[in-house]
């Protein structure tokens, strides 16, 4: 019996678990949004919880810790109903950061981490985050491989010619040709990671994107079916340095079984393209501004309020 | 003695209790293992042995099967050779090598012998965006007008990367002309069908609201506007036309949310579609091909939960009572973008 710690050290560490510790932001400087910094409490087995979905470009163009988040998605999850609803944060949302300051929101993690990326939400969207996923490119790529390729309706042809060739050559702001041709396919991770990173030729540009994306996760969620909890450690090794969560590897298993009961009919995915947000410029940056009166509602209408 | 007794005994029981976790362990795992092994085809029998000459891809390696037999066909492996499409009047086919910036055309004969390249399309180097796409050909029924998906030439100031539907000769300029005007930022026109009346069937992308679209689309004139076929929530593509130039087997995804499709077939009479008839409902169904004798057709979809595409075999698909769909091939891992080259026995 003296093996049982040690198992237990191991799959918590090949877990790569991060307790999340959400420190109190510096004063604002005149944003709007409240300080009170909110409760990291996790919701009880069996309730309904929130979770965040942070995807960086963490390629050699950024310092491993200062990292954008490309992609934000806020799930709600009813283990119960097995219901679902998935709400794409434009990447470009010009709002007050739980930092200080106004900025695009992709800007919260790089300034201050996954905590800092979770509080700019709950307080920016008036919602409580229970637990938050962070994954890197290479994360994500290793992930799809490891579950065996995903099976994707791919919507369109997404073609770009101006794709970062950021993973696989020397020079990170390099750029390199994709063609990610239409209609059902089964995807590795490196052209599934095309399929939801590209937005140069899409004319919703990051709405197309967001689109992609949710429509990945679900077909990620079709492969939970695949797994058992003996699978995470492995799966958890091999994203190695591109993949952090406030969960631990009980938590993750016991989504599994959720994820892989979640039907789509049960699931809502929700884009805030225009009205919800409008095109602007500030300064230099080409922003989208949040229409909150709009929002809101929307959001709290899946999303509890704080 | 005593000493190296207990070490023994210990060792035993640590590897034993090393033992019982491993089994522990592996009855937690799904058993049905996510990472699967796809058999290459040369290497496998079919279920059922199908009339004619197939060609098909797996792993952008061309294959022919005939006779129940699948051939590699051994074409330089200096890209993903995919999309093989039949010359009519010939054995010969013509295929798609897609390299990381480009791809090309490839007049290929019916044992793999490469006959010519068709097109150039690797332009720059330096400047990646000059380089082309070319996909989906498809030789119209005189052996010698092909008709292919190409992105339009380009200027380096612009994000804008759309295919149109272009026409030429098969062994002078495939992209010689452009027929169809491509949505803008859509992804465009793609898998063009000639008709015998000079028409054009293809899948003609457009973005309505937030949502992108497929549509049949019917190109009557070069550059006019199309005809359009189906209904935008549709959402079908992939059309393709049976031998007698009847009917038309297409992939359908309206209302799936993009996690599935429907092989449908609806009569074709002019420039109508009529009502169409389900063949295969809620299946992850994609490149419908017409038997050379129209008794049939074949499609791509996977077997099981691992996701890997088999060939599977309508009879009867044009008729009022089609018969179910049977699985062609197991273990394999086909490309789902290429529909099957199929030619009669001569």
Not at chain 1, 117 to 135: K, L, M, N
Not at chain 2, 251 to 278: H, Y
Request: glycine share 8%; proline share 7%.
């Amino acid at each position: 019996m003296y093996f049982l710690p040690a198992i237990g050290v191991a799959l918590a560490d090949t877990g790569h678990t991060i307790q999340r510790t959400i420190a109190p932001p510096p004063p604002s400087g005149g944003v709007s949004a409240s300080t009170q910094t909110p409760q990291p409490t996790a919701a009880a087995p069996g309730q309904p919880f929130t979770v965040l979905l942070l995807g960086s470009d963490n390629d050699a163009k950024f310092s491993s810790d200062h990292v954008l988040t490309q992609s934000m998605i806020l799930a709600r999850v009813d283990p119960t109903t097995g219901h679902v609803v998935m709400l794409s944060i434009p990447r470009d949302l010009f709002v007050p950061l739980a930092g200080g300051g106004t900025d695009k929101i992709d800007k919260a993690y790089s300034n201050g981490g996954a905590s800092a990326a979770v509080t700019t939400v709950e307080r920016d969207f008036g919602v409580h985050v229970d637990h938050y996923a962070w994954i890197g490119l290479l994360g994500l790529v290793k992930l799809i491989d490891k579950v065996g390729g995903i099976d994707v309706v791919t919507s369109n042809p997404v073609l770009d010619d101006f794709y970062p060739a950021d993973i696989s050559g020397s020079n990170p702001y390099a750029y390199e040709r994709v063609a990610v041709l239409p209609g059902p396919q089964h995807l590795d991770g490196i052209h599934a990671l095309e399929y939801v990173r590209s937005r140069h030729g899409d004319l919703r540009s990051d709405f197309g994107r967001s689109q992609r994306q949710q429509q990945v996760l679900l077909a990620l969620r079709a492969k939970a079916k695949l797994l058992g909890i003996a699978d995470l450690p492995d799966i958890a090794d091999a994203m190695a340095n591109d993949f952090s969560t406030d969960m631990s590897i009980p938590q993750v298993a016991g989504l599994l079984p959720i994820a892989s009961n979640v039907t789509l009919s049960n699931v809502q995915q929700v884009i805030l393209a225009p009205p919800y947000s409008s095109s602007a410029q500030v300064g230099a940056q080409d922003v989208l501004l949040p229409n909150w009166n709009l929002i809101l509602p929307e959001v709290h209408k899946f999303f509890p309020l704080v | 003695m005593r000493r190296a007794l207990t070490t023994l005994l210990l060792l035993v029981l640590m590897a034993g209790f090393g033992f019982g976790v491993n089994r522990f362990l592996g009855t937690k795992r799904h058993a049905q293992s996510a990472q699967t092994v796809v058999a290459v085809p040369s290497q496998t029998k079919p279920a059922f042995v199908l009339p004619g000459t197939l060609y098909l891809t797996q792993h952008g390696t061309l294959y022919r099967l005939n006779g129940g037999v699948f051939t590699d066909l051994h074409l330089p492996a200096t890209g993903t050779w995919m999309q093989p499409s039949t010359v009519p009047g010939s054995q010969s086919i013509v295929a798609v090598l897609r390299n990381s910036a480009y791809s090309d055309l490839y007049l290929i004969g019916g044992w793999g012998q490469v006959i010519r390249k068709l097109t150039d399309n690797a332009i720059s180097t330096s400047t990646i965006q000059f380089n082309h796409w070319v996909y989906w050909p498809r030789v119209a029924a005189d052996g010698s007008t092909i008709y292919v998906s190409y992105d339009s030439p380009k200027t380096s100031d612009s994000y804008r990367v759309d295919f149109a539907v272009w026409t030429g000769m098969l062994t002078s300029k495939p992209t010689a002309r452009e027929l169809t005007v491509p949505y803008q930022y859509t992804g465009g026109d793609v898998q063009a069908t000639p008709l015998a009346n000079g028409q054009v069937l293809y899948a003609k992308y457009q973005i309505s609201g937030a949502n992108v679209f497929s549509r049949i689309a019917l190109q009557t004139r070069p550059l006019a506007l199309p005809v359009f076929l189906t209904a935008i929530d549709d959402d079908c593509s992939q059309p393709a036309v049976s031998p007698d130039q009847t009917q038309v087997a297409m992939i359908c995804e309206g209302g799936t949310g993009l996690q599935g499709t429907r092989l449908e077939v609806a009569s074709l009479t002019g420039t109508k579609l009529g009502t169409p008839r389900l063949l295969v409902d809620n299946c992850l169904c994609a490149a419908p091909a017409w038997a050379p004798d129209g008794s049939g057709l074949v499609y791509d979809a996977p077997a099981d939960s691992t996701g890997h595409f088999q060939l599977w075999w309508i009879a009867g698909a044009a008729g009022p009572a089609p018969k179910l769909p049977k699985e062609v091939t197991t273990s394999l891992d086909l490309d789902a973008l290429s529909p099957a080259a199929w030619l009669s026995n001569q």
